[in-house]
């Protein structure tokens, strides 16, 4: 029997700020080529949870391997290595001001020192074109792209480098309904593409129908359930079943409506 | 009781920003030691704190160096010793207003700035992307902010500043105060000892540390969304502006005490 090792192995992941305990005790294994949508609602620590694998936030208790090596106590040159693994789509793009769009796009490529600037930015402009927009976007500057525009230029960015794992974090959200489902599918294909490991953030159903091999769901700061998508709506959890129908009510309390 | 509770705990939290701020300044003095350097990034760093400053600079000092011609021959003709106006001058420029005003203004343009684009970058996530694309923030963007400005203060913006205002001094003097223009240039150069070159631009340097300092830290460490932006450039601008006026009298006193 073949032991696959998992893409990234989550085990008792902990993150509080001050008193307040956003992540409790995550556990969750992504497989290699999977595409795990991780769903929750606002505040429930789904944010929180990718950036303790980025290192970006440190985890104060459990695990995180990526490929099967401990991310917590890394040293700062072996974590530089492991994350050029990684690509990332951000919320609002994040995308650099200063730069044109190409050079965005290939600010992986030329930081990692892979390529010259000519090749990185045919590279760019390649990844561009991959994702719908044609090649004089890329001497625009952000500011001058619509927020649709900045996702997919985003996305650009995120496969640029041909990471092994990819993050999406609410990558529909503020877009609009045909917009988004532009987005969605850009997605899958260049996930199928890269042949890259996925995990992303959302409440956007649509989203999650289209992009998942794999649901997970947080609820104060435990994943409550886990499971592949065509189970969803059989999950007999109340919890998946209200967060999936959009109901107010059902066990989810609003933080709102405790006070 | 309560009192001296709250005067401890004001002390204790300026001790930990004064900390977080030393460790901070060490941070980036490392990271602008070792590779990877980004030279196109100090470039353009070099081009916006030095060249884009320069009008400023030059508009206030030259004014600068007028007024005071005009008050000290106002004031040395109490004892008719108005033939001092030129030495006095360029002392005080050389010695004071020139790296000082430069230092002061150069806090408010480019402290200011580098806080609000380094805070916009926080709160735009563009500082976590930088992380993600395997680039060291600290090397990207606080590394060649400091070092450009480490070497546009002294070699540009103070020497220009220096000039500018020992020529507003002159202009006025020789053109409204019936000064012979080359007794003014003589008595000028005769009296500006080496020391008072190496004291300005000794300031320049520090000033540059820490406007650069300031507006990295905290831009840099800015939480929140436009409000905590518009925090940390306040923060960025006044904690410069006195880090430099601090700073100016420790330096005074190296040079010239003795």
């Known amino acids: 029997m073949t032991n696959i090792v998992p893409k990234i192995s989550l085990k008792g992941l902990r993150k509080t700020f001050g008193s307040k305990v956003v992540l409790d005790s995550i556990d969750l294994e992504v497989m290699p080529s999977e595409s795990m949508v991780i769903i929750g609602g606002s505040g429930s620590g789904k944010s929180v949870t990718l950036k303790c694998i980025l290192g970006l936030l440190t985890a104060d208790g459990g695990s995180i391997k990526i490929d099967g090596q401990e991310m917590i106590g890394i040293s700062n040159s072996d974590r530089k290595e492991i994350l050029s693994k990684f690509g990332m789509l951000f919320q609002g793009g994040a995308l650099f001001d200063s730069l044109p769009v190409w050079e965005n796009v290939a600010f992986g490529l030329l930081a990692q020192r892979l390529y010259n600037r000519a090749d990185a930015k045919e590279i760019a402009i390649e990844k561009l074109r991959r994702v719908g927009l044609s090649p004089d976007v890329g001497t625009l500057s952000p500011a001058e792209l619509s927020g649709g525009m900045q996702k997919r230029v985003g996305l650009a960015r995120a496969i640029a480098a041909n990471p092994e794992i990819i993050f999406f974090d609410e990558p529909t959200t503020g877009l609009d309904p045909i917009m988004s489902d532009v987005i969605n599918e850009l997605i899958v294909e260049c996930v199928k593409d890269v042949g890259a490991t996925a995990v992303t953030i959302t409440h956007d159903m649509s989203s999650v129908r289209k992009i998942a091999d794999n649901v997970a769901m947080i609820y104060h700061g435990n994943i409550i359930w886990t499971g592949p998508k065509n189970k969803i709506d059989q999950s007999g959890s109340d919890y998946i079943d209200q967060f999936i129908n959009g109901k107010a009510e059902g066990p989810i309390k609003m933080e709102i409506l405790k006070g | 009781m309560n009192f001296l509770a709250v005067i401890g705990r004001v002390a204790i939290s300026f001790l930990r920003a004064a900390g977080r701020i030393g460790l901070f300044a060490v941070s980036a003095i490392a990271h602008m030691l070792t590779p990877p350097y980004y030279p196109r990034e100090l470039f353009r760093q070099m081009i916006n704190i030095g060249y884009y400053s320069l009008p400023v600079v030059g508009l206030t000092t030259l004014f600068t160096g007028a007024a005071l011609a005009v008050n000290i021959y106002e004031g040395s003709s109490r004892f008719n010793a108005e033939s001092t106006l030129p030495t006095i001058v360029v002392i005080g420029i050389v010695r004071e207003l020139g790296p000082t005003l430069c230092g002061l203004i150069v806090a408010g343009r480019v ?148």
């Open chain 2, 111 to 258: 402290s200011a700035s580098m806080a609000a684009e380094l805070g916009t970058m926080r709160v735009t996530e563009q500082i976590d992307a930088l992380v993600t694309l395997s680039t060291d923030p600290f090397k990207y963007l606080i590394a060649p902010r400091i070092l450009a400005t480490l070497i546009m203060m002294p070699l540009m913006l103070v020497v220009v500043a220096d000039t500018i205002g020992v020529l507003g001094g002159y202009l006025l003097a020789t053109s409204k105060l019936g000064f012979n223009s080359g007794n003014y240039m003589k008595s000028t150069i005769d009296f500006l000892e080496t020391i008072d070159v190496m004291a300005s631009l000794t300031k320049a340097t520090v000033f540059g540390f820490f406007i650069a300092l300031m507006g990295c830290y905290h831009g840099f460490n800015t939480r929140g969304g436009a409000q905590g932006v518009g925090i940390s450039t306040t923060n960025a601008v006044v904690s410069a502006c006195i880090m430099i006026l601090l700073s100016n009298y420790v330096v005074t006193e190296l040079f010239y005490s003795s």
